[in-house]
């Protein structure tokens, strides 16, 4: 039988969720052409995509002149009605009964007033309706029992993300100048500063810090389609440092020379950064939830995200203990190694196989 994988994911700017979709693609495409299935596998996607995957197994077709749901409910259902179909990013045709959807995270049934009503008209009532007609998947064990929760999935699979692709990229170390950074003598925050981000705390407690305050530097803008303005940004002070979006290979740089990652949210599907903190080198201090506990084990520094003074208390414990921080670097990277694509992409085709 065929199986279709929902491209749409190509046509949109990469953040965490297209990332997971790039990858485990391309683990599993790696995967196929080395064990053989009598299954055959289609990336579909509209007509408008110029981004090809480097692909050897998995065929890249484009179909249909819609673009967004439209193009989702009508050509991608159409084109893929005859065998299974396979969805990453959080949506995919409702019509469609043999399908797997990735939901990445509960954020838009737990706290639908911090996105854009579009994306609350979208979504709010999709992921409801994709649990009762398919199969649905998701990153971590927490946001399996979220969804398990919020929507009444059942039988939800985890499929972790992972971050080894970091090691393909190149460090841009000038990135460091133009930011005016010392090397081990800034925090670093990466992703969309969005409300459950909670960056108006870690702010706060970099005020509380003073003039013995490190450098913050905040990577990252979010997307105004996606989430309802929300005023984190305009919570600054003379140490902390919005750069909006920056290259893949000045991120890099960034985590290999920080500090420390400083990751304050409230609420997470899973926490993408502290993996690849951990996977580059970096320490990580991160908020005491369930899903960042998950990710990090023991190889983080956790403080409450309410509390600006215990976020103080971790950003010290860090940056005056040189040897905290070594030991922080060796379990984080010894717990990197735990999270791969390839296990992922094996996961997400032995779920196929039973749809």
């Given at each position: 039988?065929?199986?279709?994988?929902?491209?749409?994911?190509?046509?949109?700017?990469?953040?965490?969720?297209?990332?997971?979709?790039?990858?485990?693609?391309?683990?599993?495409?790696?995967r196929l052409s080395e064990d053989k299935t009598s299954e055959s596998w289609t990336l579909l996607t509209p007509e408008s995509n110029a981004d090809i995957l480097p692909l050897s197994t998995i065929r890249q077709q484009k179909i249909g002149s819609r673009s967004g749901h439209l193009w989702e409910h009508t050509d991608l259902y159409r084109a893929a009605k005859s065998g299974k179909l396979v969805n990453l990013c959080n949506s995919g045709p409702v019509l469609h009964g043999r399908s797997l959807t990735v939901i990445h995270d509960a954020m838009i049934f737990r706290t639908p007033e911090n996105f854009s009503w579009k994306y609350?008209?979208?979504?709010?009532?999709?992921?409801?309706?994709?649990?009762?007609?398919?199969?649905?998947?998701?990153?971590?064990?927490?946001?399996?029992?979220?969804?398990?929760?919020?929507?009444?999935?059942?039988?939800?699979?985890?499929?972790?993300?992972?971050?080894?692709?970091?090691?393909?990229?190149?460090?841009?170390?000038?990135?460091?100048?133009?930011?005016?950074?010392?090397?081990?003598?800034?925090?670093?925050?990466?992703?969309?500063?969005?409300?459950?981000?909670?960056?108006?705390?870690?702010?706060?407690?970099?005020?509380?810090?003073?003039?013995?305050?490190?450098?913050?530097?905040?990577?990252?803008?979010?997307?105004?389609?996606?989430?309802?303005?929300?005023?984190?940004?305009?919570?600054?002070?003379?140490?902390?440092?919005?750069?909006?979006?920056?290259?893949?290979?000045?991120?890099?740089?960034?985590?290999?020379?920080?500090?420390?990652?400083?990751?304050?949210?409230?609420?997470?599907?899973?926490?993408?950064?502290?993996?690849?903190?951990?996977?580059?080198?970096?320490?990580?201090?991160?908020?005491?939830?369930?899903?960042?506990?998950?990710?990090?084990?023991?190889?983080?520094?956790?403080?409450?995200?309410?509390?600006?003074?215990?976020?103080?208390?971790?950003?010290?414990?860090?940056?005056?203990?040189?040897?905290?921080?070594?030991?922080?670097?060796?379990?984080?990277?010894?717990?990197?190694?735990?999270?791969?694509?390839?296990?992922?992409?094996?996961?997400?085709?032995?779920?196929?196989?039973?749809?």
């Amino acid at each position: 039988m065929s199986v279709f994988i929902n491209g749409r994911f190509l046509t949109q700017k990469t953040s965490g969720v297209q990332r997971f979709a790039r990858e485990i693609i391309t683990a599993l495409d790696k995967r196929l052409s080395e064990d053989k299935t009598s299954e055959s596998w289609t990336l579909l996607t509209p007509e408008s995509n110029a981004d090809i995957l480097p692909l050897s197994t998995i065929r890249q077709q484009k179909i249909g002149s819609r673009s967004g749901h439209l193009w989702e409910h009508t050509d991608l259902y159409r084109a893929a009605k005859s065998g299974k179909l396979v969805n990453l990013c959080n949506s995919g045709p409702v019509l469609h009964g043999r399908s797997l959807t990735v939901i990445h995270d509960a954020m838009i049934f737990r706290t639908p007033e911090n996105f854009s009503w579009k994306y609350r008209l979208a979504h709010s009532t999709l992921g409801y309706l994709l649990a009762r007609r398919g199969k649905i998947a998701t990153v971590s064990a927490f946001s399996r029992s979220e969804l398990e929760a919020t929507i009444g999935a059942r039988d939800v699979l985890v499929i972790p993300n992972s971050c080894e692709h970091m090691a393909k990229i190149g460090a841009d170390a000038s990135v460091l100048s133009r930011l005016e950074l010392e090397r081990e003598k800034y925090l670093l925050f990466v992703g969309s500063p969005t409300p459950n981000k909670n960056i108006r705390k870690a702010i706060e407690a970099i005020r509380m810090m003073g003039e013995r305050a490190p450098k913050f530097v905040v990577v990252g803008a979010a997307a105004s389609s996606v989430f309802q303005a929300n005023g984190e940004a305009e919570q600054g002070s003379d140490r902390v440092i919005f750069t909006g979006r920056l290259s893949d290979e000045e991120i890099v740089a960034l985590y290999a020379n920080a500090g420390a990652l400083l990751f304050p949210s409230l609420y997470e599907g899973f926490g993408i950064p502290p993996l690849e903190a951990m996977f580059l080198g970096c320490p990580v201090l991160s908020s005491d939830i369930p899903p960042t506990r998950e990710v990090c084990g023991d190889a983080a520094i956790y403080f409450d995200p309410t509390k600006a003074e215990d976020m103080v208390r971790a950003i010290n414990a860090i940056m005056n203990d040189p040897d905290r921080r070594t030991e922080m670097i060796e379990l984080g990277h010894a717990r990197g190694q735990k999270f791969s694509w390839d296990g992922s992409a094996e996961k997400l085709l032995d779920a196929t196989s039973r749809l």
